[in-house]
């Protein structure tokens, strides 16, 4: 883990604008998010979260604007981040066990032939410190959504990058799992920045320090001034029914009036 | 035993060659067979293999009509349609927008009418049955070798690049993001999927080599811990069912290619009937 003192910036975005088909998704993205920081990207459906993220991984290219994370630009820094996707879209009866999964973080690494052990020990490490070691050998299609989502995060921790992101992690987990996951990215978040992307407004204001906004503009908040007048000033003044309890739908809230 | 006699027998080499093809190629099509069947791209496998006809008709009519290119016959020419077809397929699938299984189709189609204008035009008569459904006594000690190059080529590649295939086709958007320039392996892997499918057209034909393919890495996959295992596995059914079908077509003097999927098949339907019964009752 390289040390990046905390006044760098991890992700830097000017004047950013991308469209799709001629709808602008996002316009006029001007952002700075810093080193160590714990961030969650939240917004309606089609507000642009996805694309925001994707641009950030470099898999799409800004029409106008930059953007630099960790010092590079976004094809460059990629390899230093680690990208959770969300488990649901994979292939349940995919043949490929825990271990493979993991070490694919090391994908980089090799160009053919097998891994190098240094590969295998970070993977075994990542598993190690997710609390998975004992199920390396199973197959990922076996285990269940809970643990497949701790095997992509070890996936992660694997890369050994400074930048953890997270898409839609609390989608169709439970409770339990949930709460799990929130005590571990607070331990990583000791030495990583994270990034997570949630349409669940409820729970963000409780784990971290900086609340990104994303409908079309784009507005960086540190928690605590996450209200409910924000709140309507990001998905427009027609909202009948916001709650802000933790343990409401696992849909989340935005589907009410919102969207 | 009287399957084994003839394979002694010296006066006919076709059968030998036929079976020596079958567990050959039967390596390339558990490794191959596993990533198509594990990635879910048994319909691009097909319309690789029908767009083969194309590329064997205009070799048969390089040959018989153009006299002199006696270099470019059936087999090379079924080799460079294949790889054609995998290289534009691939494409139409990694960039069309929608209705790529349209374009798919359509291409399977064109390749399949072009072979067989090609062999209408051919004079003397060619039976295009042989090529779409398999005739052992078309191979010869020739095709051998090209079986056992083309087998030596895809087994090499697909196994040396083994992690690059699993994560491709595990989770392409991740592979990208680890720096894998996933659309050349996605393409690669298409080519291996059309060399393998041209190892066993002279021993089941056109339209059942996406049967033998998929089959056994499907029987596989119920037993099967993780993709390495399935390709092993894949590679003995594969062995079992060309071995056990060339035997049984031998004795009851029925055609080969038939003889062996009918055989893949009921092991499949069997062993996911079993498979299910046992979800069932647990």
Redesign the interface.
Same mark, same amino acid.
């Given at each position: 883990m390289t040390a990046t003192g905390a006044q760098t910036p991890a992700i830097r975005i000017s004047n950013l604008a991308f469209a799709y088909n001629g709808t602008p998704i996002l316009e006029d993205v001007t952002l700075e998010i810093m080193a160590r920081d714990s961030l969650c990207i939240v917004g309606p459906n089609g507000g642009g979260k996805t694309t925001l993220l994707k641009l950030i991984?470099g898999?799409l290219k800004p029409d106008q604007g930059e953007i630099e994370v960790l010092g590079q630009a976004p094809e460059k820094s990629?390899?230093r981040?680690g990208?959770v996707?969300q488990y649901a879209r994979? %292939?349940p009866?995919?043949?490929? /066990?825990v271990f493979?999964?993991v070490?694919?973080?090391r994908? %980089?690494r090799?160009f053919?032939? /097998?891994?190098a052990r240094a590969d295998r020990q970070a993977a075994e490490s990542a598993l190690a410190e997710m609390g998975l070691t004992d199920l390396a050998?199973r197959?990922f299609a076996e285990i269940s959504g809970g643990q497949r989502q701790r095997v992509l995060i070890a996936?992660a921790l694997a890369?050994e990058g400074e930048l953890l992101i997270l898409d839609e992690p609390t989608a169709n987990i439970d409770a339990a799992s949930e709460e799990h996951l929130f005590e571990l990215l607070a331990k990583l978040n000791e030495r990583l920045t994270v990034m997570l992307v949630t349409h669940d407004v409820g729970f963000a204001s409780k784990f971290f320090k900086s609340i990104i906004c994303v409908n079309r503009q784009v507005v960086l908040h540190p928690t605590s001034e996450l209200t409910g007048e924000l709140i309507r000033n990001m998905y427009g003044g027609d909202i009948r029914m916001i709650r802000h309890d933790h343990r409401c739908s696992p849909e989340g809230h935005c589907d009410h009036g919102i969207s | 035993m009287e399957f084994l006699e003839a394979l002694a027998n010296p006066a006919i080499p076709f059968l030998r060659y036929a079976l020596a093809v079958g567990i050959l190629a039967s390596l390339a099509f558990g490794i191959i067979g596993?990533y198509v069947v594990?990635r879910?791209i048994t319909y691009i496998a097909g319309a690789i293999a029908h767009c083969v006809l194309g590329g064997i008709g205009a070799g048969l009519y390089c040959q018989h009509k153009l006299g002199g290119i006696t270099w470019f016959g059936p087999l090379s020419g079924a080799i460079v349609a294949a790889l054609l077809a995998a290289i534009i397929i691939g494409l139409v699938s990694l960039h069309a927008s929608q209705r790529e299984d349209t374009a798919i189709g359509a291409l399977w189609a064109i390749g399949m009418a072009i072979g067989l204008l090609f062999i209408a035009k051919t004079p003397g008569y060619i039976e295009p049955m042989s090529y779409l459904f398999g005739n052992i006594l078309l191979i010869s000690e020739f095709d051998l070798w090209m079986v056992l190059a083309l087998d030596g080529l895809v087994v090499v590649i697909a196994t040396?690049?083994y992690?690059?295939f699993?994560?491709v086709?595990?989770?392409e958007?991740?592979?990208?993001?680890?720096?894998?320039r996933t659309d050349l392996y996605y393409l690669l892997l298409l080519c291996l999927t059309a060399l393998t499918v041209v190892l066993l057209v002279r021993v089941v034909g056109i339209v059942m080599v996406i049967a033998l393919l998929t089959l056994p890495a499907a029987v596989a996959?119920n037993f099967?811990?993780?993709?390495w295992?399935?390709m092993v596995l894949a590679t003995l059914f594969c062995i079992a069912f060309i071995g056990s079908g060339l035997a049984l077509s031998y004795s009851f003097d029925l055609p080969s290619g038939p003889t062996i999927i009918v055989i893949a098949g009921l092991v499949y339907l069997l062993a996911t009937g079993l498979r299910q019964l046992r979800t069932r009752k647990n």
């Open positions: 991984l898999l990629r390899l981040i990208y996707p994979y %292939d009866q995919f043949p490929v /066990t493979e999964v070490l694919m973080g994908l %980089d090799i053919c032939g /097998t891994y050998g197959l996936r890369a | 596993t594990a879910r040396l690049f992690h690059k699993l994560a086709c595990f989770d958007e991740y592979a990208r993001l680890r720096g894998v996959s099967a811990k993780g993709l295992q399935m």
